[in-house]
Protein backbone atom coordinates (compact mmCIF):
# COMPACT_ATOMS: atom_id res chain seq x y z
CA UNK A 1 0.00 0.00 0.00
CA UNK A 2 1.32 3.81 -0.62
CA UNK A 3 2.58 5.66 1.88
CA UNK A 4 3.27 9.28 2.36
CA UNK A 5 5.22 10.49 5.44
CA UNK A 6 4.89 13.73 6.18
CA UNK A 7 8.02 15.66 8.73
CA UNK A 8 9.19 19.31 9.47
CA UNK A 9 6.42 20.86 10.93
CA UNK A 10 7.06 23.67 13.32
CA UNK A 11 6.13 26.65 15.02
CA UNK A 12 8.24 29.74 13.56
CA UNK A 13 7.68 33.90 13.30
CA UNK A 14 6.89 35.78 10.55
CA UNK A 15 9.48 35.80 7.94
CA UNK A 16 10.90 32.70 8.78
CA UNK A 17 11.93 29.42 6.74
CA UNK A 18 10.86 25.95 7.02
CA UNK A 19 11.42 22.71 5.12
CA UNK A 20 8.93 20.20 4.79
CA UNK A 21 10.06 16.34 3.60
CA UNK A 22 7.26 14.02 1.81
CA UNK A 23 8.85 10.35 2.56
CA UNK A 24 7.36 8.14 -0.43
CA UNK A 25 7.41 4.48 -0.61
CA UNK A 26 5.19 1.55 -2.24
CA UNK A 27 4.38 4.11 -5.89
CA UNK A 28 3.08 2.46 -9.03
CA UNK A 29 4.39 4.24 -12.92
CA UNK A 30 0.77 5.20 -12.60
CA UNK A 31 2.02 8.23 -9.81
CA UNK A 32 3.59 10.56 -11.83
CA UNK A 33 3.04 13.47 -9.62
CA UNK A 34 2.85 14.27 -5.57
CA UNK A 35 1.82 17.32 -4.56
CA UNK A 36 1.52 19.53 -1.34
CA UNK A 37 -1.33 20.65 0.27
CA UNK A 38 -2.62 22.50 3.06
CA UNK A 39 -5.94 22.70 5.25
CA UNK A 40 -6.25 25.79 7.86
CA UNK A 41 -9.11 25.62 10.53
CA UNK A 42 -12.58 26.07 9.39
CA UNK A 43 -11.19 26.79 5.63
CA UNK A 44 -11.02 23.94 3.01
CA UNK A 45 -8.17 21.85 1.39
CA UNK A 46 -5.73 23.71 -0.54
CA UNK A 47 -3.10 22.76 -3.15
CA UNK A 48 0.30 24.58 -2.31
CA UNK A 49 2.34 22.91 -5.02
CA UNK A 50 3.09 19.87 -6.94
CA UNK A 51 6.17 18.16 -9.01
CA UNK A 52 6.09 15.68 -11.33
CA UNK A 53 8.20 12.54 -12.03
CA UNK A 54 9.94 14.45 -14.77
CA UNK A 55 10.11 17.53 -13.40
CA UNK A 56 7.62 19.92 -13.83
CA UNK A 57 6.49 21.79 -11.19
CA UNK A 58 3.06 23.70 -10.28
CA UNK A 59 2.44 26.32 -7.70
CA UNK A 60 -0.53 28.17 -6.19
CA UNK A 61 -0.51 31.88 -6.40
CA UNK A 62 -0.55 32.63 -2.88
CA UNK A 63 3.25 30.93 -2.70
CA UNK A 64 5.04 31.83 -6.10
CA UNK A 65 8.39 32.92 -5.02
CA UNK A 66 8.23 32.19 -1.93
CA UNK A 67 8.03 28.49 -1.67
CA UNK A 68 9.91 25.75 -3.83
CA UNK A 69 8.79 22.10 -4.23
CA UNK A 70 11.58 19.49 -5.33
CA UNK A 71 12.77 16.12 -5.18
CA UNK A 72 15.37 13.76 -4.58
CA UNK A 73 14.35 10.40 -6.30
CA UNK A 74 17.20 8.33 -5.19
CA UNK A 75 15.36 8.64 -1.23
CA UNK A 76 12.27 8.69 -3.21
CA UNK A 77 11.31 12.01 -0.85
CA UNK A 78 9.71 15.11 -2.01
CA UNK A 79 10.53 18.58 -0.31
CA UNK A 80 8.72 21.93 -0.04
CA UNK A 81 11.10 24.54 0.98
CA UNK A 82 9.11 27.72 2.10
CA UNK A 83 10.10 30.96 2.76
CA UNK A 84 9.52 34.21 4.37
CA UNK A 85 6.70 32.54 6.04
CA UNK A 86 3.18 34.59 6.59
CA UNK A 87 0.58 34.07 9.61
CA UNK A 88 -1.49 33.06 6.53
CA UNK A 89 0.84 30.12 5.77
CA UNK A 90 -0.68 28.46 9.40
CA UNK A 91 -2.27 25.23 8.22
CA UNK A 92 -1.48 21.44 8.17
CA UNK A 93 0.54 20.57 5.60
CA UNK A 94 -0.04 17.03 3.27
CA UNK A 95 1.30 15.48 0.53
CA UNK A 96 -0.29 13.36 -1.53
CA UNK A 97 -0.64 11.48 -5.12
CA UNK A 98 -2.38 9.39 -6.94
CA UNK A 99 -2.65 7.41 -10.38
CA UNK A 100 -5.64 9.93 -12.20
CA UNK A 101 -3.67 13.14 -11.67
CA UNK A 102 -2.80 15.18 -14.90
CA UNK A 103 -1.43 18.43 -15.33
CA UNK A 104 -4.48 20.30 -15.31
CA UNK A 105 -5.17 18.90 -12.04
CA UNK A 106 -2.01 19.00 -10.50
CA UNK A 107 -3.30 21.45 -7.70
CA UNK A 108 -6.88 20.08 -7.20
CA UNK A 109 -7.14 17.84 -3.88
CA UNK A 110 -9.99 16.11 -5.48
CA UNK A 111 -7.88 14.26 -8.33
CA UNK A 112 -5.50 12.47 -5.43
CA UNK A 113 -6.43 9.70 -3.89
CA UNK A 114 -3.56 8.87 -1.50
CA UNK A 115 -2.92 11.39 1.36
CA UNK A 116 -0.35 11.37 4.44
CA UNK A 117 -1.10 12.14 7.86
CA UNK A 118 0.04 16.03 8.02
CA UNK A 119 2.21 18.18 9.70
CA UNK A 120 1.56 21.35 11.24
CA UNK A 121 2.96 24.49 10.31
CA UNK A 122 1.97 27.57 12.30
CA UNK A 123 3.16 31.12 11.58
CA UNK A 124 3.17 34.07 14.62
CA UNK A 125 3.28 37.81 13.62
Known amino acids: QVQLVESGGDSVQAGGSLRLSCAAS????????IGWFRQAPGKEREGVATISTLGGTYYADSVKGRFTISQDNAKNTVYLQMNSLKPEDTAVYYCATGPNVRWYSALKPADFGYWGQGTQVTVSS
Open 26 to 33: RLTSSMRY
